[in-house]
């Protein structure tokens, strides 16, 4: 599921973004001037494979999530610097993971543009990224052991999710818990981790810590299994790469763990371990547009859309929670 926040955002997803960011748009204005900054390096073609990557592009939905769970645990002002160091680090450990993504697929389109894979090669794009995960742990170093250890962690289960992922590729016996055992990895661990940074920032007790960490992962999920939905429905023009992607190139998306589980004709053309092309390329596509199948991919990211509301009933009321609450509820609205 090399898709990681791919698609780019269209006019009324931008707007429903806005309308939910609206609690933390100083916040969020701060962040982005930060982040702009800390894209620049001595090199020059560091700093432009970063801002290409970078600037004006993706939803910032990990940095929007982050302030919004501070204010939600009632942070304070006094540490408002803290919160957005820390919501910019996970947006260049996230964005740093994108360029290594599409080294590692061979991907040719980010954003419904030439990924920088596509358009710098593969060692400029490599160093990029390695650049952007030294200024993401430049800004924790200044944080307490343990934040720093939660942000190391969620790259460590990254890093292992890229593996998993990549193990296994064509394998029609994938099972669904071998899904979200990738998923939760590769996607949910970096939510996850800034739940658990945010409401910890903000002096929140532990078991709002944790449910606030649980409340990323369910989160996480959820996107990521929207996101493997569109895969298959597109238009390339709406999601900013080649439709069906994941299943050319054998990846266990939602939609492909879910038709090879119900379908021997799918799961006999997607073990055969070489990318899928031409007619059964289309032919498996349209099996996994089969209404039932969506309707069943729905309704799981229903289940962790409704297991991370739930989460929402431990902090107290607040504008910012209704921030949170959209946030999660925007997740069923994108288009599958």
Excluded at 41 to 69: A, Q, T, W
Excluded at 186 to 195: D, I, V, Y
Excluded at 276 to 289: D, Q, T
Excluded at 317 to 326: E, I, K, N, Q, T
């Amino acid at each position: 599921m090399p898709s990681n926040n791919a698609e780019p955002a269209t006019a009324a997803e931008i707007t429903a973004v806005a309308d939910i960011a609206a609690p933390v748009k100083d916040e969020l204005c701060a962040a982005e001037a930060r982040l702009s900054h800390l894209l620049d390096s001595n090199e020059s073609l560091i700093s432009e494979i970063c801002h290409y990557l970078v600037d004006g592009s993706g939803k910032r939905l990990r940095p929007l999530f982050i302030l919004l769970v501070y204010r939600a645990c009632d942070g304070p002002d006094r540490k408002i610097d803290d919160a957005i160091d820390a919501a910019i680090a996970l947006e260049l450990i996230h964005s740093a993971t994108l360029l290594h993504d599409d080294i590692i697929d061979g991907g040719m389109l980010r954003r419904g543009k030439p990924s920088a894979f596509a358009r710098y090669g593969n060692a400029p794009s490599l160093v990029a990224g390695d650049f952007l995960f030294c200024r993401a742990f430049e800004l924790c170093g200044r944080f307490d052991e343990r934040l720093v250890r939660t942000a190391a962690q969620a790259c460590i289960q990254l890093t292992e999710g890229e593996v998993m992922e990549g193990r296994m590729r064509h394998n029609a016996a994938a099972t669904l818990d071998d899904y979200l055992a990738v998923i939760t990895r590769k996607t949910a661990s970096l939510f996850a981790a800034g739940g658990r940074v945010a409401a910890d920032l903000a002096g929140a007790p532990p078991k709002l810590i944790t449910a606030m960490d649980k409340l990323g992962l369910a989160l996480g999920r959820a996107f990521q299994m929207v996101d493997d939905l569109l895969d298959v429905i597109g238009p390339e023009e709406r999601i900013g790469k080649p439709v069906g992607s994941d299943l050319r190139e054998g990846i266990i998306s939602l939609p492909v763990v879910l038709g090879v589980q119900s379908n021997g004709v799918l799961a006999q053309d997607f073990r055969a371990g070489t990318p899928i092309e031409g007619p059964a390329f289309e032919r498996v596509l349209a099996m996994m547009r089969e209404p039932s199948l969506l309707v069943r991919g729905r309704a799981l990211a229903a289940e962790q859309v409704a297991a991370a509301r739930d989460l929402l009933h431990q902090l107290a009321p607040s504008v910012y929670r209704d921030g949170l609450a959209a946030l999660i509820d925007d997740q069923l609205t994108r288009p599958a």
